[in-house]
């Protein structure tokens, strides 16, 4: 199936500073793809959708001056989390829709990314 | 928008019996309706989905069924193994829209 890659997998950095996560997709082209965010024992909690070429479409309550969003290419979606913070130590998943007309617009996710801000 | 109800939150079943998941949804006009599962800190995997315009797919001991009057779906897993163990999300979504995401169900498997 498509691959979706997401990097790093883990990341420790200090509170104050800001980090980048990636999220390619290796084998198809994805004009969205979409950033998640997920407590231990909960579900994905949707923060926003990335779309090439345009400004991301973020939803209520996700602070888009902190949570910078770039889909510069088809194949490459970055969240940038500025100035982080403890409460921002979280797991982050990319998911990116393959729109050819065999996928049926089918979502792949990323590996993920554990962020601790110490 | 879309809201997806998901029950049970946990379910143990016996290795060798059947598990059940069902999921509810919101907006009449939601035309497909994926399952994920996820282990312990790794990405959702995709095991089955099911389009609105059939009522039951299945892929070996994996099966999902739709009741579009009803809005809801169910995933059924037959002959569990241990390895099924994991948490199981449902989610619904129109067209190209966002998916909406169930909120779990952790599944273990009894030897």
């Known amino acids: 199936g498509a691959v979706v890659s997401q990097h790093p997998s883990w990341v420790i950095c200090k509170s104050g500073t800001s980090v980048k996560i990636e999220c390619r997709s290796l084998?198809?082209?994805?004009?969205?793809m979409f950033w998640y965010r997920q407590f231990p024992k909960q579900s994905l909690m949707l923060m926003a959708t990335?779309?090439?070429?345009?400004?991301?479409?973020?939803e209520q309550g996700v602070e888009k001056d902190k949570f910078l969003i770039n889909h510069a290419s088809l194949t490459l979606s970055t969240l940038t989390v500025t100035s982080a913070h403890p409460e921002d130590s979280s797991f982050y998943i990319c998911s990116a829709r393959d729109g050819s007309a065999l996928s049926g617009n089918t979502i792949y996710f990323g590996e993920g990314s554990w962020l601790t801000v110490v | 928008g879309e809201n997806v109800e998901q029950h049970p939150s946990t379910l143990s079943v016996q290795e060798g019996d059947s598990a059940v998941i069902k999921c509810t949804y919101s907006?009449?006009?939601?035309?497909?309706f994926p399952w994920y599962k996820q282990e312990l800190g790794k990405r959702p995997q995709l095991i089955i989905d099911?389009?609105?315009?059939?009522g039951e797919k299945k892929d070996q001991r994996i099966a999902v069924t739709l009741n579009k009057t009803a809005k809801h779906f169910s995933l059924h897993i037959t002959e569990t193994q241990p390895e099924d163990s994991a948490v199981y999300f449902c989610?619904?979504?129109?067209?190209?829209?966002?998916?909406?995401f169930g909120t779990g169900t952790r599944l273990t498997i009894i030897p």
């Open positions: 099911i389009r609105s315009n059939v």
């Open positions: 989610a619904a979504r129109f067209g190209n829209e966002k998916l909406t």
């Open positions: 907006d009449s006009a939601s035309n497909y």
């Open positions: 990335s779309n090439e070429g345009s400004k991301a479409t973020y």
């Open positions: 084998d198809f082209q994805a004009t969205t």
